[in-house]
Each structure stands twice: as C-alpha cells, then as structure tokens.
C-alpha cells in the first residue's frame, strides 16, 4: 500500500510512497514488478528510488532534464485532442533496461545532478497554461518510476484545466497501479514485444505485467490509451508474432485501441542493428487491418496514407498528418462527417493547429 509521503525540499529527495519494511528491516518496493528490497542506502534497479534511514526516498522529484513543447501526434496520440501542444518532460532513470534504448542518455543516466533543471509541480502545470497547451506529457523516461512528482503535477495540471499524459512501458505493479493512473487523461503504452524472451534478453523485465496494464487500462479505468510497438528486425518483427499480438489485443482490449507500428533507429546497445524498412510497417499495417484492429498507424518513417485516420465504416479521410501536422480534420466532435459513425477517442469541437514545431522551453 502507498505510505504517506511529505513536500520535497526541491534537493531531489521526497519521502516517498509505494513500500513496505521487512522484518530485517529493509524494504520492499511496491511500485513495479521488479520488487526490489533494499538495505539502507541501496537505490532500486531505476537508480532513483533509495532507502534512507529505512524510508523510500525518490531523489528525483521537482528536477527534470528538460522541457519541450511538442504536438500531441509526436507521443504518439492520434486521438487525443489532434493538432494541440503539449508540454512534455522527463526525468532520469528507468525501471527497464532495455538494450535499444532510444532515450537512453536520460533512462540510464547516473549524474541527476549535472542533467536536471529544478521545477515545482505548480510551476510546470502554469507553464502549460501560458504556453497554451492543452496537455502536459510525463515522458523522455518512464514515469512510473517517478509517481510521486508525475501525480503532484498531475493534480497542480487538472486544478489549472490543463490535461495529463503518460508515455510509458506500463510496467507497474497491481498495488499502484490505481493510485497512478487515476490522475491521468491518456497513456501512450510501449508494448515492445509479444514475446517473454524478448522481454527478457533485451528489456530485463516481463511481458504478463504490461498486458495486465493494457487489459486493466482499457476495462477499469477511463484513461485513453494508444499503444506503441517499436519494430526491430530479426528481434520482434516476425509476422507469427506481430499476428498474436493483434490477435491478444482483439480479444483482451477491443478492435478500437490505436496501434502505432515505429521505425526502429540503431542506438544505444543495438546499434549494429539495421533500420526497420518501410516495407516491414507496411506489412505490419496491413496484417494489423486484416486482423480487424480499426485504428492503425505507422510512424517515425514519412507515409502520406498510414498516418491517417480514415473511418472505419465509410472508409473516408477524417483526420490527414504529415509529419505530426493536420491537414484535412473531418469530424464533427467523435463522428465521422461523412455516415457520423462515431469514432474512438477523446476530441475537442475542432483540432488544433500547433503543427510540427519543437519549442524548447527554460524554468
């Protein structure tokens, strides 16, 4: 259960939630499925959680390492207040190890203090407000491992009218995973794989605890979510598995949960690896279609039709992208302008018009 947690001092360290004491003393954390247990001064797997005097402490809370003001479609949420800004940021650490990282100078960074700029939960969520965005993005590493900070600004956003969004891997244990999402408006969730052994060999982690998030975000609470799956080659590009994967989220979550299949660039530890084709999505795509998922996409590659939404009933354009940028917007509120079938997802009485810029932005 979340212990009662206390203000930061804006040093880093903020007496944290979800854990309890071992009768030797130590601590178990009870934020993700790695469950950690922790001696006095030990820091978890994310580097970010320590016992300090038997307590956990998140050393993170109230510094990041950088703003940024980037439209919603770059999360990416296509169906989540298309065309608006969002004002994204990260912290440092990460609860996975993933050997493909693609933010990996912040997931697996050590020197917090040398990376991060210090800023207040109120102060991001009145940020957002003069900026003008419609959203704030928990992003850049995995939020999860910082919930604290991610939920106090959450709140600070909401009291504002400012929406939230987690970009996660959704590795989170059962115990929080309430307590988490209950202040979030949408989650892009990276399912990397549908297989164990890839999850193992090359994220350290486990597959059953990001479908059971998948499962229990769509049925028990009222986040909007999209999914991500970064395809690799040789790795998890297999259309036996990219088809049982389409067949899991058929049965478990729906045919109307968007699916983003992205292009795979050599970094980090798999940095011998060649670029997904185009071709590779576009077989992705297809088979995705062909499944009955209604709403797919294929992103991080330039595609004048796989980035769109198009009805599925009618089969016309609503919602034309290039590059992150709204072109044509035919929709009437949920409903196709066409035969008003209503479409899946949250949006506003028009889209918006941010574009495709990337504003850095300074506290």
Known sequence: MPQEDTKSDFTGNYKGRYYHVLDNGQIFCDLCPRACVLKDGDRGFCFVRQNQGGQMVLTTYGLSTGFC???????????????TSVLSFGTAGCNLGCQFCQNWSISKSREIA????????????????DLGCTSVAFTYNDPVIWAEYAIDTAKACHDLGIKTIAVTAGFIKESARSDFYEHMDAANVDLKAFSQEFYQKLCLASLDPVKETIKWLKSSSKVWMELTNLIIPTKNDSLEELKSMCDWLLSSVG?????????????FRLDDIEPTSKETLIEAYDLAIRAGLKYVYIGNVFDDKRENTYCPKCKHLLIER?????????????ACKYCG?????VFGTSCGNWGRKRVPVSF
């Open 341 to 345: 079938m209503q479409i899946s997802g």
């Open 322 to 334: 290039n590059w992150h940028e709204i072109g044509q917007y035919n929709l009437t509120g949920n």
């Open 255 to 267: 045919d109307d949960v968007p699916i983003h299949f992205t292009a795979f660039h050599p970094d």
């Open 114 to 129: 040398q990376l991060s700029q210090k800023a207040s939960p109120e102060a991001i969520a009145q940020k957002a407000l």
């Open 69 to 83: 003001i980037d439209p919603v479609e770059k999360k990416p949420l296509n169906h989540f207040y298309p065309g």
